[in-house]
């Protein structure tokens, strides 16, 4: 490779690290791109015969699941569900990050499969943003989206790719009450 084609690259090399906004059209079509291809990485058929409760999977019924979640950003859309992450609570096991139970007065959350990144955000806060209002909650778990339908995930299916599971604290810290609780739409980033 001649000296001219070496400095031509540097330099082209130094135009990007220098101006990213020339490529910024091709990278937020990227994100874009990144939100559709998070789609089903399979399914999961629930035991012909199941536990009886609100939550658990429904007998025979087939669930998909997912390796991936929306890509994050300042402003992660998300559905917040409630999760009691106590002990014989509708959290299964103990929490994966910490091996642990957790109070509902603590703000704790799960992530699904994807966000949780196999550990990465274990015990650090994201900002969750709804109605106006922000707080800060833990990660302590995940929310396994490929998995489900048995006694570690009790008995519940497997998470959609976009939940952020909270405890009831965080509930409150966001003034959420009475019908609302449940499958709320929520903004989320790491804190």
């Avoid at 536990?51 to 929306?70: A, M, N, R």
């Avoid at 699904?112 to 833990?138: E, F, M, P, Q």
Wanted: proline residues 7%; glycine residues 8%; negative net charge.
């Amino acid at each position: 490779m001649s000296t001219t084609s070496l400095l031509v690259l540097a330099l082209a090399g130094l135009l990007l690290v220098t101006f990213p906004s020339l490529c910024s059209g091709r990278a937020a079509h990227h994100h874009h791109d990144q939100a559709e291809k998070c789609k089903p990485s399979g399914t999961l058929e629930s035991p012909a015969r199941g536990h009886t409760c609100d939550e658990c999977c429904k007998p025979g019924h087939i669930y998909p699941t997912y390796q991936c979640s929306p890509p994050v950003s300042s402003h992660t859309k998300a559905i917040m569900t409630l999760n009691d992450f106590s002990e014989g609570g509708d959290g299964g096991d103990p929490s994966e990050c910490d091996g642990k139970f957790h109070k509902n007065s603590e703000r704790v959350v799960a992530l699904s499969t994807g966000w949780y990144a196999k550990g990465k955000r274990c015990d650090k806060n994201i900002r969750i943003h709804a109605k106006g209002r922000s707080v800060l909650a833990k990660v302590v778990d995940e929310c396994d989206t490929l998995h489900g339908c048995d006694k570690p995930h009790a008995f519940q299916p497997p998470c959609p790719h976009n939940d952020v599971d909270a405890s009831q604290a965080v509930w409150d810290a966001l003034g959420i009450t009475g019908d609302d609780v449940g499958d709320f739409p929520i903004t989320w980033s790491d804190a």
